[in-house]
């Protein structure tokens, strides 16, 4: 079992900058796959970005450049910095991480609110 606790969140303008942190607790020796998913009102749940356990990163078109995925050295905190943000980019935001040989465990933080005014 993994426990996630997210924070970071709120309320910013067109442009601005947030940092969302999502720290693990538990086993965290076993997690393969760390990342963000987001949820718009009235939208499916979508992937932000990830980063596997060998450090390669991967970025939903619509924040390729804009947003970076880290982690620190033992695995145990995830970091989504978010920059140039746009009023699209408003949603929940959802620390995921995946443990298990083939990661089909898959754990969710509670889930954090990042709004962006135009």
């Known amino acids: 079992q993994v426990h996630l606790v997210e924070s970071g969140g709120g309320l910013v303008q067109a442009g601005g900058s947030l940092r969302l942190s999502c720290a693990a607790s538990?086993?965290?020796?076993?997690?393969?796959?760390s990342g963000w998913y987001r949820q718009a009102p009235g939208k499916q749940r979508e992937l932000v970005a990830n980063?596997?356990?060998?450090?390669?990163?991967n970025y939903a078109d619509s924040v390729k450049g804009r947003f970076t995925n880290s982690r620190d050295n033992a695995k145990t905190t995830v970091y989504l910095e978010m920059n140039s943000l746009k009023p699209e980019d408003t949603a929940v935001y959802y620390c995921?991480?995946?443990?298990?040989?083939?990661?089909?465990?898959?754990?969710w933080g509670q889930g954090t609110q990042v709004t962006v005014s135009s």
């Open positions: 995921n991480v995946r443990t298990g040989w083939a990661s089909q465990y898959s754990y």
């Open positions: 538990g086993s965290t020796y076993n997690i393969n796959l």
């Open positions: 980063i596997g356990s060998g450090g390669l990163t």
